[in-house]
């Protein structure tokens, strides 16, 4: 077995292939652990959510060479001025993260992790500041047992719920599992817009070279709502795009808009990865809200899904009221902070 501590870009780039190889047996396989989309964090730092910092990658090989552990790191100062070392992609626009092995591996990359920094000339760091990691990790056992070997504080922390809907076999049979108000109210506003006396339609956009101008109007969209407004500074827009064009490449992108006479409506920025929807961000015109756009959209996604076979869409972190209106269920996302005793 042999551990290596990564800190350049051209170390972290040169991981591309392998990276990904490993991701698809991973015991967690995210969107947001792809090797494409944290490089296209990292040239930004998330859109500037950090202002600088240091790779710090921890890799497992076998003896043979094969890679079968990353704990995809770097270091920066937190909002408390400590010596932080966390996941690539923390944490505001990542909504999940964690380790990259496969199951019968996770154990050994975690435990060569928390070695290679407790080392005497290990980089110098005040805390092991992971965010984002699901509730049914199985990483988060893992951590635990490992830092109490070691002689580490452990403290773990809900951070958000993240509520998703487990997807039937069809669109009648997922209608029923919701309450029985919110089902009509679905079938009401699908109805109401099939009969509006402006055309509705919807679609996913396909063509790359309509990429920018199409993701021009997703921000015109966001941007109706003030919070997300306010959210997207230049650096953001461009974080965002770079990463639009980044999963549009490798195939996992899924942007679709709502049209009514010929003018947007609403739009859905989602992940169609690992045979599931990950609904990563929206927006919506006002000036359709009469008929909830949004709603009318997120039903025909839905429906979509179902009948492209995904087992999952995941309306990832945050308690909007209409999550839970279409069937969502809670998953917990949770923080964990190692420190030294004492």
């Not at 930004?44 to 950090?50: A, D, K, N, S």
């Not at 635990?144 to 958000?160: I, K, V, Y």
């Not at 049209?259 to 919506?284: E, P, Q």
């Not at 008929?291 to 492209?308: C, F, K, N, R």
Request: net charge negative.
């Amino acid at each position: 077995m042999s551990i290596t501590l990564l800190t350049t870009a051209q170390e972290f780039d040169d991981l591309e292939n392998e990276w990904n190889a490993l991701l698809s047996r991973s015991a967690q396989n995210l969107p947001f652990l792809r090797h494409e989309y944290l490089s296209t964090w990292w040239q930004t730092r998330g859109g500037e959510e950090w202002r600088d910092g240091d790779l710090f990658i921890v890799t497992l090989r076998s003896e043979a060479g094969q890679l079968n552990g990353i704990a995809p790191l770097f270091r920066t100062r937190n909002a408390a001025g400590e010596q932080a070392v966390m996941f690539l992609g923390s944490y505001e626009i990542s909504d999940y993260l964690d380790f990259i092995a496969s199951p019968e591996h996770l154990s050994a990359i975690i435990e060569a992790t928390l070695d290679v920094f407790l080392q005497p000339d290990a980089p110098a760091w005040d805390v092991l500041d992971f965010y984002n990691l699901l509730e049914d990790s199985p990483s988060l056992p893992v951590l635990e047992a490992a830092a109490a070997r070691r002689g580490l504080q452990f403290q773990r922390e809900n951070l958000q719920v993240a509520p998703r809907i487990v997807l039937p076999s069809t669109w009648d049979e997922y209608l029923m599992q919701i309450e029985g108000k919110q089902r009509r109210e679905i079938r009401r506003k699908l109805r109401r817009a099939a009969a509006y006396f402006a055309p509705v339609s919807w679609y996913i956009v396909e063509d790359e070279s309509a990429l920018d101008a199409e993701f021009d109007d997703f921000l015109e969209l966001m941007a109706y709502d003030p919070e997300k407004q306010a959210f997207l500074t230049e650096v953001m827009r461009s974080q965002m795009r770079s990463a639009v064009h980044t999963a549009f490449k490798a195939g996992w992108l899924q942007l679709a808009f709502l049209t009514v006479g010929g003018k947007k409506a609403a739009a859905y920025l989602n992940f169609d990865y690992d045979n599931k929807i990950w609904v990563y961000n929206s927006g919506l015109n006002f000036e359709f809200q009469e008929l909830s756009p949004g709603w009318v959209l997120l039903a025909h996604l839905i429906q979509w899904a179902i009948e492209h076979g995904r087992t999952v869409f995941d309306m990832m972190r945050g308690d909007e009221v209409y999550k839970y209106r279409f069937g969502g269920v809670d998953r917990l996302v949770q923080r964990v902070r190692l420190t030294r005793a004492g």
